[in-house]
Nanobody, 114 residues
């Protein structure tokens, strides 16, 4: 049972990245999925949410209009498309699955810097 994030890296301000979170070992389509982030010295914060069916999403105000969460239940993967990135988006990004249990990934680093 695991979630594995990928797609992080170094990007200039105004750039884009697409994060992926691949699930294995459980029934992915039954889980609501979340993206969180944690910047150095700060608490982990919720970034985006998507229902198990992918029919509803929600976003933190700080990323609304710039980030898009989506999922492909056939591929057991959830995505976070991040556009118009800002230095304050720099953080470790984690995915989380919630149903009868909660599963966390180990995170992927995103650094926005010129």
């Amino acid at each position: 049972v695991q979630l594995v994030e990928s797609g992080g890296g170094l990007v200039q301000p105004g750039g884009s990245l697409r994060l992926s979170c691949a699930a294995s070992g459980f029934t992915f389509s039954s889980y609501a999925m979340y993206w969180y982030r944690q910047a150095p010295g700060k608490e982990r914060e919720l970034v985006a949410f998507i229902t198990s069916a992918g029919d509803s999403t929600n976003y933190a105000d700080s990323v609304k209009g710039r980030f898009t969460i989506s999922r492909d239940n056939a591929k057991n993967t959830v995505y976070l498309q991040m556009n118009s990135l800002k230095p304050e988006d720099t953080a470790v990004y984690y995915c989380r699955g919630v149903a009868t249990t909660t599963i966390w990934g180990r995170g992927t680093q995103v650094t926005v810097s010129s």
